[in-house]
């Protein structure tokens, strides 16, 4: 039973990283050609928000892709993805004359910050509890 849980969390964190990439596609290509897809993107930001959260609540009890060795790798390029989106959204400069990648990059840059993020938190907040725990003595 266990191996299956670990396998579908294996299988959650790929299909998240895979719809995340494929909305912020979808929504890069709307924005560029000017189509409005705004009616569409916080239900499908809410499905890439709860993939995140699985991934996370599964990681937390040890049952997900993300093993406690990978903890602290996966948190320091949680933070760079974060990092990344966030400075991708504010500045558009960064792509000089290769502006209609702008948002192609933007939005798939978004949404696996809006996938990561969830899984993130929770990770946190299990790291936090590890390092918190006293040990028993040993004599």
Do not use: H
Not at 45 to 61: D, E, K, Y
Not at 74 to 90: C, E, K, W, Y
Not at 117 to 139: G, H, N, Y
């Amino acid at each position: 039973m266990e191996y299956t849980i670990k396998k579908l969390g294996s299988w959650l964190f790929l299909i998240g990283i895979c719809v995340a990439v494929l909305v912020g596609l979808i929504f890069g290509v709307g924005q560029a050609m000017n189509a409005n897809l705004t009616d569409f993107e916080a239900p499908l930001g809410i499905v890439v928000a709860v993939l995140g959260f699985l991934v996370g609540i599964l990681s937390f009890f040890a049952l997900g892709a993300v093993t406690q060795e990978k903890i602290p790798t996966f948190l320091i390029a949680s933070i760079i993805l974060i990092g990344l989106a966030i400075a991708v959204s504010q500045t558009t400069w960064i792509f000089g004359s290769f502006r209609e990648l702008a948002p192609l990059f933007t939005n798939i840059t978004q949404y696996l910050a809006i996938f990561i993020a969830p899984a993130a938190i929770i990770l946190v907040v299990r790291s936090l509890w590890d390092a918190a725990k006293t040990q028993e003595p040993t004599q």
